[in-house]
């Protein structure tokens, strides 16, 4: 079981209309600095998520309903230090924060 990490600090939104073939209503590309780590992408209520997956150079795309859409991008506007991971045994991904205090308020 391989599990790869990044930690991002900086991200652009893209969002789509609705006669996007792909099915995406949104993508989230996530950088380190000015390197490129990964995409969230977000695909239409009722509409078939492909499993997330990692390139050959280690880039992450982690792919979601557009229903998380909402709580994805408040975790990436109030959280720090942020981390996307993928794991290659189940081809899960997900976005985290990192260990955090109990009662710890952002500022």
Same mark, same amino acid.
Do not use: A
């Given at each position: 079981m391989a599990i790869t990490n990044h930690s991002f600090d900086t991200y652009r939104v893209y969002h789509y209309n609705a006669d996007n073939t792909y099915g995406q209503t949104a993508v989230v590309n996530c950088y380190s600095g000015s390197s490129f780590k990964g995409s969230l992408y977000f695909y239409k209520e009722g509409a078939s998520v492909p499993a997330s997956s990692k390139t050959g150079s280690g880039y992450l795309y982690l792919r979601f309903s %557009?229903?998380?859409?909402? %709580?994805?991008?408040?975790?990436?506007? %109030? %959280?720090k230090p942020l981390n996307m991971g993928f794991n290659d045994s189940n081809n899960w991904g997900w976005v985290s924060t990192s260990q955090e205090p109990v009662g710890e308020e952002e500022s």
């Open positions: %557009e229903k998380q859409f909402n %709580e994805i991008i408040t975790t990436l506007r %109030e %959280e």
